[in-house]
């Protein structure tokens, strides 16, 4: 659950970013608002695939009954869990 709301939490602010840079820069200096919001776009894909790609290799590992630990958010569910 953690890893979803780090993702979903990650697509918020990158979707907040890419909105503020495409308004603030199309008027002005319409090539590089362009550029901006094509790269932060990307990077946007690049999250999605990869987030995609991590929850089916946790899902895989779940299902599997290996014991995988996420360098940030396995040591906040620990704590979680272990309350």
Not at 4 to 25: E, K, M, Q, R
């Amino acid at each position: 659950m953690l890893l979803s709301a780090a993702i979903i939490g990650a697509f918020v602010a990158l979707s907040v970013v890419n909105t503020v840079v495409f308004a603030t820069l199309f008027g002005d200096l319409f090539l590089v608002g362009t550029l901006l919001w094509l790269g932060l776009s990307l990077v946007w894909l690049a999250l999605s695939l990869g987030g995609f790609v991590l929850w089916a290799y946790m899902l895989y590992s779940t299902y599997t009954g290996a014991d995988v630990h996420l360098p940030v958010i396995g040591d906040i569910a620990e704590n979680i869990a272990s309350k």
